[in-house]
């Protein structure tokens, strides 16, 4: 029995890209709400049939590519190895691989979340943070810190995800002037002196 996941026509994926690319190429000059399937089309040099191959209208495609980011994110972050490289990424590989793969795809991330003409994209990255700030406060170390500190577990997540997030829009919007290792370690220093 073949256990392995069935690979998607190449065919697809090419046009996928073409329609994603198209996508963000015009949301740089337009408002959401102005962009048409027509529009996306002839951008993507595809036709309006094609388009609805792959989706129902523009709504479904942003919630797909938000789907499709939020799974090629997960992928960036559990495949970090538990192991660094160096001692320089010992406090969090996960987010050096995040913002390294943010980096790598920097024009689709500068649109989507720098932008502010689509709040899709950011929220439904906001809630992958939330995760993850939610894993790191589970440790018992990290618990009994809130415990001694007086801070709800809640309010801990809100408050993690949202620096997160805003300091990754922050850096997208000033055009990515530090390194994303540099970056996660200054995430590193400020964690240690709020403690």
Not at 21 to 24: K, L, N, P, S
């Given at each position: 029995m073949d256990n392995?996941?069935?690979?998607?026509?190449?065919?697809?994926?090419?046009t996928r890209q073409l329609l994603r690319?198209?996508?963000?190429e015009l949301l740089q000059e337009m408002d959401?709400?102005?962009?048409?399937?027509n529009r996306l089309a002839e951008r993507a040099t595809i036709n309006r049939v094609t388009f609805y191959l792959h989706y129902r209208d523009i709504p479904d495609m942003l919630e797909k590519m938000?789907?499709?980011?939020?799974?090629?994110?997960?992928?960036v972050l559990y495949n970090t190895p538990q192991n660094p490289k160096s001692a320089e990424?010992?406090?969090w590989p996960m987010l050096v691989n995040?913002?390294?793969?943010?980096?790598?795809?920097?024009?689709?991330?500068?649109?989507i979340l720098a932008?502010?003409?689509?709040?899709?994209?950011?929220?439904?990255?906001?809630?992958?943070?939330a995760e993850l700030v939610t894993e790191?406060?589970?440790?018992?170390?990290?618990?009994?810190?809130l415990a001694k500190a007086s801070i709800q577990k809640d309010i801990a997540i809100w408050y993690g995800s949202s620096a997160l997030i805003g300091t990754i829009i922050a850096w997208l919007r000033n055009d990515m002037p530090y390194t994303p290792l540099f970056l996660a370690k200054q995430f590193s220093l400020l964690r240690s002196i709020s403690r």
């Open positions: 392995t996941t069935p690979r998607t026509d190449p065919r697809i994926l090419r690319d198209a996508f963000i959401i709400e102005k962009i048409s399937v938000a789907n499709d980011m939020i799974e090629d994110i997960h992928q990424e010992t406090d995040l913002l390294e793969h943010i980096a790598q795809n920097a024009k689709f991330y500068k649109v932008i502010n003409r689509t709040t899709l994209f950011s929220d439904h990255l906001l809630k992958l943070l790191r406060l589970n440790s018992r170390e990290n618990e009994s810190l």
